[in-house]
């Protein structure tokens, strides 16, 4: 079992930064692969940024310029670094994880989510 737990999110006001983590534990071998989602409520979850093994990584390009993801290997920890928010950047966060645990199978992992609201 793998368990992953986001956290950072609240309520910022528009044009202000939130750092958000997601700490990953339990049964875990190697985490390949590293996401974040958000969706908004009426909305299709969507793809926020993906970030690889070694350390190279994606955005949807509405975030391009505005978002960071990093991770930290040694914590089995992915961060969201927002910048510049939006009230339409207002959602819930999520992150996901893939990789091999410790008995050699692979793993799908979602956490639970984090709010993050921006007022106008």
């Known amino acids: 079992q793998v368990q992953l737990v986001e956290s950072g999110g609240g309520l910022v006001q528009a044009g202000g930064s939130l750092r958000l983590s997601c700490a990953a534990s339990?049964?875990?071998?190697?985490?390949?692969?590293m996401a974040w989602y958000r969706q908004a409520p009426g909305k299709q979850r969507e793809l926020v940024a993906t970030?690889?093994?070694?350390?190279?990584?994606n955005y949807a390009d509405s975030m391009k310029g505005r978002f960071i993801i990093s991770r930290d290997n040694a914590k089995n920890t992915v961060y969201l670094q927002m910048n510049s928010l939006k009230p339409e950047d207002t959602a819930v966060y999520s992150c996901?994880?893939?990789?091999?645990?410790?008995?050699?199978?692979?793993?799908?992992?979602w956490g639970q989510g984090t709010q993050v609201t921006v007022s106008s």
């Open positions: 996901n994880a893939a990789g091999t645990n410790r008995m050699g199978l692979g793993f799908t992992s």
């Open positions: 339990g049964s875990i071998f190697r985490i390949n692969v």
């Open positions: 970030i690889g093994s070694g350390g190279f990584a």
